[in-house]
């Protein structure tokens, strides 16, 4: 156990002084009666019993405090006694105070901590179940209604069968989805960051969706930079962030209403890309969870307009990946913008 003399301790102090005076006493009252008294040997006794007395008490209260401390820290199961730092724990009481009150601090807040993890387990695990039984039942349902003898009526079995079909491919977008989250988070998927111009991969996602928002009567525009805008990110991803951006743009969008891409140039080596909407808008108590995997606001009408629910959850992935950040101002009743900033490509 290392021990720090921080400052001398009053206890130990008083303590070896009234041992010595006491002493020193008693050994001039029995000089005095018994032989004559010698000034010299009574002052060099005093100082070594001080000096020794000082220390041995001091290093017993060091520990005994160090001990009884721990011992009570071992006797909670709760608490980790191999966090207790020996160097720390000193018979000076604001100091052993001090320790213990950030000890209790530290372990309240992994307390709470632990809690609301364990809240979002919870809650993600219902989630999860929910998001696969649905598909899993359909294409159950299908499945025996087939073996039940419907499968004697061609066009019935095969509107079964594509039925089955189309929920067997939520099932696999959904898996891929979450495959996708969990590499995200673990750092096992590597990005291939090269250089490409952003106002190409505005204008592919546009001609991807242009007809899915046209059926909603929905229009996209883009706003951006006339000249090329050459970024350094991985392009297949970040094409997939603008694409469930759009999605999820369309999909709480109004009838009749406007969907923009726009660019911004905001420094000499960053730009915004955002993606905003006029439709329904977020609240605000509901905004701080809308990237948590299978989150929706409205849950049976967001179910209804399909989707995995993972698709905000992989843009803020996606995009912490690339060492961006991705962020949400939103007005209920308004409309939203999401927002990510990208890094300009630097030649060597």
Known sequence: MSIKYKRSYKFAFFTSTYITLFLSLLILIYQYYFFEVLWLSILIFALLCYVFSFFIIQ???EYFIYKRVKSVYDSVALLDAESINPQRLTSDMKTLTAE??????HKRLEIETLK??????KEFMGNVAHELKTPLFTVQGYILTLLDGASNDEKVRDKYLARASKGVD??????KDLDMITKLETGDLNLFQEKFDINELLDGVHDLLEMK??????????ESITKPIFVKADKERMQQVLANLVVNSIK??????????????????????????NGEGVKAQNIPRLFERFYRVDKSGSRKEGGSGLGLSI????VEAHQEKVKVDS???VGSEFSFTLTKYQEE
Do not use: N, P, Q, T
């Not at 213990?100 to 601090?105: D, H, L």
């Not at 969008?253 to 923009?260: A, F, L, R």
């Open 59 to 61: 290093l017993r209260i």
């Open 100 to 105: 213990v009150e950030r000890f209790a601090k």
């Open 116 to 121: 609301g993890r364990d809240s979002y387990r």
């Open 170 to 175: 939520r099932l696999i977008y959904i898996v």
């Open 213 to 222: 928002a046209a059926k909603k009567e929905i229009s996209i525009d883009i």
């Open 252 to 277: 709480y969008g109004k009838k009749g209403g406007i969907v923009k891409m726009v660019v911004e140039d905001i420094s000499s080596h960053k730009i915004k890309v955002s993606v905003s909407d």
């Open 315 to 318: 843009v803020k992935h996606i």
């Open 331 to 333: 007005e209920y009743g």
